[in-house]
């Protein structure tokens, strides 16, 4: 039976990337209302793909019925995060709250809530597991933790309502074609160095990532639609993580990356790549929780080849463009 899935931040990339898995499914999808605050724009991001589904500002959210509810609104980008500082703890309440208002007059509508791996903290010296703590250091707490805070207090509020039915998704990496290149994330300055034929610079620092591929995570959203209802955190992940010395020699041999890395005595200051660490630097920054397992959840894509078929469709763009 087809669910009637709302989305609250749809004009975000993972959002879109998910609408349009959706939209692949072909009979399996679900009918969807979009929520937004340009509604012009996103109508017109829908026609130029040839979907019809419908679009409102987050004023109407709650006049339409649906039986479940997603929520995008926050902030992807490391430098907006870093930008926004304690602006992010508002945006994320009051979006989250829309939907906890709504959620208890009708008890029986799933919500699905974007929180991120970070809301684990902002260290990471070994990857999370079932039994890792959140760690944040209360009495010095510095802004590139906001964002993870932010995550943790509402993660905390929705376990405090285990009487209703809502999972948080615990997004660690994820890199889709429609990615933003200008954005400040490790892999796509790995893509823009490739595209722009330039040299990546970067740091001898220890690095393990698990980047989760649009494809995965629309089959990891299906499976809690799907499975008898809950209130639960699921860490998301691939079929395997990839440690940067590997994504690196990997990329070079696909799409002949040129990279540098930096003697470790020469890392002081900015630092040899420059790199906006908004939520903390991780050396470990993946989860080795599969609990979603249990949801019948399993990745096609390892983070190395989503990584790769991703970032070809990308480069193959850019060499097709006039």
């Known amino acids: 039976m087809m669910q009637r899935v709302a989305i609250l931040g749809a004009s975000s990339q993972i959002a879109r990337d998910l609408i349009l898995s959706n939209a692949r499914a072909g009979a399996g999808q679900h009918d969807l209302l979009l929520y937004v605050r340009d509604v012009a724009a996103t109508r017109r991001w829908l026609d130029g793909h040839a979907l019809g589904f419908a679009v409102a500002p987050y004023a109407d959210y709650g006049k339409a019925p649906h039986t479940a509810v997603l929520n995008f609104v926050g902030v992807g980008d490391p430098r907006r995060a870093a930008q926004m500082g304690g602006d992010i703890f508002g945006v994320t309440q009051q979006f989250d709250d829309l939907v906890l208002n709504e959620l ?27 039994d890792t703590p959140a760690v944040i250091n209360l009495n010095a707490l510095a802004p590139q933790e906001y964002y993870a805070v932010a995550k943790l207090h509402a993660e905390c509020k929705h376990r405090a309502l285990p009487q209703l039915a809502i999972t948080d998704l615990r997004v660690f990496n994820y890199f889709s074609h429609t990615q933003d290149l200008d954005a400040r994330f490790f892999i796509t300055d790995i893509v823009r160095a490739i595209r722009d034929g330039a040299t990546l610079r970067t740091s001898a620092d220890t690095m393990v990532r698990d980047y989760l591929h649009p494809h995965d995570f629309h089959r ?60 903390g630097a991780k050396p470990y920054y993946y989860s080795l929780n599969r609990q979603a397992a249990g949801l019948g959840y399993q990745p096609a894509y390892s983070s190395i080849e989503g990584i790769t078929a991703e970032a070809a469709l990308i480069l193959e763009a850019g060499a097709a463009a006039p």
Not at 107 to 120: D, K
Not at 250 to 259: C, E, I, P, S
Request: a positive charge; glycine letters at 8%.
């Open 220 to 279: 990891l959203v299906d499976c809690v639609l799907r499975a008898p209802a809950g209130n639960r955190a699921l860490d998301c992940y691939s079929a395997a993580p990839v440690e940067k010395s590997a994504l690196l020699a990997a990329m070079r041999a696909r799409f002949g990356l040129r990279y540098e890395v930096a003697d470790p005595a020469q890392q002081a200051g900015a630092g040899a790549g420059n790199v906006v660490n908004a939520t």
């Open 104 to 130: 208890r007059r009708h008890p029986e509508r799933r919500y699905i809530f974007l929180s991120s791996g970070a809301a684990y903290g902002s260290t990471f010296p070994r990857p999370a597991d079932a």
